[in-house]
């Protein structure tokens, strides 16, 4: 199997040692003869910007979850398969569950000021309800890991698909699901449907002081409507890991807005030494005639 690779080259650093120890025989190379190759790992970055004369290539695995900067490659045909890594859904969920403890316990409410407020107990998490909106591998593994904080989980996918354990929604009924949504996690991906789903209006839906923690993709919230609904505590706080922009400019009011936190986009990173395998293991199932894991469906966009 000769398989090209095209990412950064730090990428190439990282991945290249760990590729090889899952399969030492694997046959990988930075170029070459576009029509000598089986496979392509890819990511955006990378060098390949036409992929038409890669005609033998029988998949492109996609270090990268969010395939929504790569679907839009006319020449890409081949293929394609997103990369799902327990390392990137563990991390998720430890970053949705850290910031949503952080929100039900009200943590940022004990200033140090020597004022002692001892009135200010917060329900269990039995009492709370966290909403997931995007129950694919990282939501579910976000739900999996709240529910067993004891949290009461809703999902929301594009479906509704059922999810053991969890009372899930198609996302036609994302209005009446807001209502009760004390803290709301985004995890959807970024397509034609989802964009500016949280407008002005749905925003108005939600229960006041409620949170929103959007580690999803920064197309999900209209960012004026956002700002407009802090005003009124529709959120109260909004925890926000990724923007329509990134880096976020310096002069952008989320910064200096005391109803949002800003993180670099550092909720989940795939990491080659958990994902590799994954990645090793579709590209055995193309080379074999077998159904290749997590293919993207580009009529849906992920």
């Known amino acids: 199997m000769k398989v090209r690779f095209s990412a950064s080259p730090a990428a190439w650093d990282e ?7 899952i399969d030492p025989g694997m ?11 089986d496979a ?3 990511a955006p970055g990378g060098d390949i910007t036409d992929f038409t004369p890669y005609v033998n290539v029988r998949l492109i695995q996609s270090l990268w979850a969010g395939v929504e900067r790569i679907i839009t490659n006319d020449t890409l045909t081949q293929p394609l398969a997103r990369m799902v890594d327990p390392g990137l859904a563990q991390g998720m969920a430890e970053y949705c569950t850290g910031w ?8 940022d409410g004990y200033a140090q000021d020597g004022t002692w407020r001892n009135g200010q107990i917060p329900p269990l998490a039995t009492e709370r309800t966290v909403t997931i909106l995007g129950m694919g591998e990282l939501g579910k593994s976000a739900a999996a890991m709240l529910g067993g ?14 999810v053991p354990g969890i009372a899930m929604h198609p996302l036609s009924g994302l209005d009446q699901v807001l209502a009760g949504s004390q803290i709301l996690i985004c995890l959807l991906p970024d397509t034609p449907v989802t964009r500016n789903l949280l407008d002005a209006r749905r925003l108005a839906l939600l229960p006041k002081g409620a949170w929103i923690i959007n580690a999803g993709r920064g ?12 005003q009124g505590g529709r959120p109260a706080h909004a925890v926000l890991d990724v923007f329509r922009t990134e880096p976020l400019p ?21 990491r080659p030494a958990t994902a590799a395998r994954g990645a090793v293991d579709n590209l055995h199932r193309a080379m074999s005639g077998q159904p290749v894991a997590n293919l993207v469906d580009r009529s849906k966009g992920y």
């Open 15 to 21: 991945w290249a040692p760990a590729l090889r120890a």
């Open 27 to 37: 046959d990988l190379h930075r170029d070459g003869d576009p029509a000598s190759f």
């Open 40 to 42: 392509i790992i890819y």
């Open 100 to 107: 949503a403890m952080r929100a039900h316990l009200g943590m």
């Open 149 to 162: 904080v004891g949290f009461s989980v809703t999902g929301v996918s594009n479906s509704g698909r059922a």
């Open 219 to 230: 197309t999900l919230i209209d960012d004026d409507a956002l700002l407009q609904g802090l």
């Open 250 to 270: 310096r002069d952008h009011p989320f910064w200096s807005h005391p109803g949002i936190t800003v993180t670099p986009h550092v909720a989940a990173d795939t």
